[in-house]
């Protein structure tokens, strides 16, 4: 099948993107937790290809930084003598220099860590809490839905009625609210699912309502009232041939949420609910933007803001594929000529 | 009966405002912890005056009773008691309410007021450049999240100097005469009113043009254009109100959306209002003002809806005749 040129650039980034958060490990050049506390809020380095007399060197190499005595946070370059870039370096790296002098591509937090690694890190946690999150949704609205749209009468009211009044709460708020529920202070580690648990839990009336009108359409086919004929059982029926026929929704609507739950992970965190430091994730490398020296003097910082951009914009174009593509040709032509 | 279909949607509004009371008192309730646990801690303060404070409260009663106690408040006017600013809550309530309100009816005409136009130009259009515009426009906006939209402006508004970084309004407000009292406020409201238009905007806009595309090819558009009608009135009175209808319930859905984006558009610049009192009475375990924060935001997404229904019901005969 071939892709529209818009789609394949959006794969590629996802790709991409997800296969440099999956190998963190290697495309990172820094351990995303060691602090460098000479160093804090260092600027991205500058990779050089001439020295100070103005040769050119094939492999490029970059300059160690001193902190300026005068003031803090202000570093020079110290330009006597060259530390060339490396490739494939101890630990699994892709990329490094050196010691003494550092490679921050995108600069240090205030602690001094590699942003850039931490970026990467984070994004594990990020990309994995949508997920996570996306599966618990569609898992609760799958079920919920199925044996509303199925069972029909009190149980269908019941389920229905419920998920009005998760869908009337401005879904923020709810977000909040059910982020009360659990302690302020969250361990770091492995306790972070449990968020995703109720980002995930929160989403679940909006599935629930699509799936329950695709069965409600799906339950009086032919083929599934002979199969009732011949004696299947419910659980038969609805896995065999009732859900099945709600796979297109599902997964539309997967791919509404992972890109909307990444998001709902990085508010979280961006107001100091979610994950918790010294984890990085990527709401949590916004929150020092909260303050406005950081915002003022380093402008580094809003570098990985600025690389979600892409990610996002990515998935709504896959996202905009798949609608038009599951709507029939024609809307794929269209799909072509609009984007 | 025209009144049926009015009073139905009032009803069914008032019971789901009564369930999403229920359901945020369930969750807040579920929480672990209570304000007095800072004062725990304190050795100063003796366990028996925290019991009879808790006692005063009412935190020690059964969940149902307090619940039951609450709705009374609220009927009183005073919405539960705020222990933090060791007040009603209703007072602290309307002052943030207000602010956001300041913030979410002026971007919702802006986003309303540039989604219309733009999106019945561009459907006009089909095909051209403005409706490739209009897509770019929608795809951009959507894929740049308020959270990072409202950084990005406020980074300008720090760098540049030409907008106040935040706040409501500045420090020596209450000195200044009328005019520049309003003059300072809408300058503190320009840029969280634009990050939050422009976060509406991608949404409105692709409905407007989906939805006047879907007119434009239907054949009485292509009838009156046989006419002679000219092409202004063809979009605006003959094609844009056969297309209202969507937009019509989207008005209402809109006014849901803008209020999770006001909370976070509020975070970011320091705007007092009731997202912001929402993440500080979570923070302080502020019960009640909670509960109140999230039933409020509630009540405001189901009046537009509400208002949606009765302008529904006003544009469409087809609703009235039901």
Known sequence: MALPRQSKYALAVLVLSHGMVLFAGFFSPYDPAVQNRELPFAPPVRIHFFDSQNRLHIRPFVYRLVASAASYAHYEEDRSRLYPLRFFVAGGRLLGVDNPAKIFLIGTDAYGRD??????????????????????????????????????????????????????????????????????????????????AVIGAVGWARPARLIRGVILSAKERDFVLAARGFGASDLYLLRRHILPQASSVVLSQAAVLIPAYILAEVILSFFGLGVAEPSASWGNLLASLRQYNVLESYWWMLL???????????????????????????????????? | MPLNYLARRLLNSALLLFGASVLTFLLVDLAPGEF?????????????????????????????????????????????????YDSPAAPILWRRAQNTLLLTVPATLLAWLIAIPFGVWSAAKSARWPDALAA???????AIPELILALLLLVFAVRTRLFPAGGAVSLDFSGMPLWSKSEDLARHLFLPVLCLAAGLLPLLL??????????????FIGAAAAHGISQRRLLFRHALPAAANPLISLFGFSLGILLSSSLIVEGVFGWPGLGQLLIESILQRDFYLAVDAVVLAAGFLICGNLLADVLLYWADPRIRAT
């Open chain 1, 115 to 196: 942003q850039f690694s931490r970026f990467l890190y984070g994004g594990r946690i990020s990309l994995l809490a949508g997920l996570c999150a996306t599966a618990v949704s569609l898992g609760l609205g799958i079920i919920l839905g199925a044996v509303a749209g199925f069972y029909g009468r009190w149980l269908d009211e019941l389920i229905m009625r419920t998920a009005e009044i998760f869908l009337v709460l401005p879904s923020l708020y709810l977000l909040f609210a059910v982020r009360a529920v659990l302690p302020l202070h969250i361990a770091p580690s492995g306790v972070f699912l449990l968020l995703m």
């Open chain 1, 304 to 339: 990985p803001a600025l690389a979600l951009i892409p990610v996002f914009l990515a998935y709504n174009t896959v996202l905009s594929y798949y609608k038009c593509y599951s709507a029939g040709p024609a809307r794929q032509t269209e799909f072509d000529k609009v984007l």
């Open chain 2, 36 to 84: 007095f646990d800072e004062m725990r801690v304190n050795p100063r303060i003796s366990t028996s005056t925290i019991a009879s404070l808790r006692s005063e409260y009412g935190l020690n009663l059964p969940m149902p009773v307090r619940y039951w106690r609450w709705l009374r408040s609220v009927a009183k006017g005073d919405g539960g008691f705020s222990f933090a």
């Open chain 2, 136 to 142: 770019i426009t929608i795809s951009t906006l959507l």
């Open chain 2, 206 to 219: 692709s409905h407007v043009r989906a939805s006047m595309k879907e007119v434009l090819g239907s054949p």
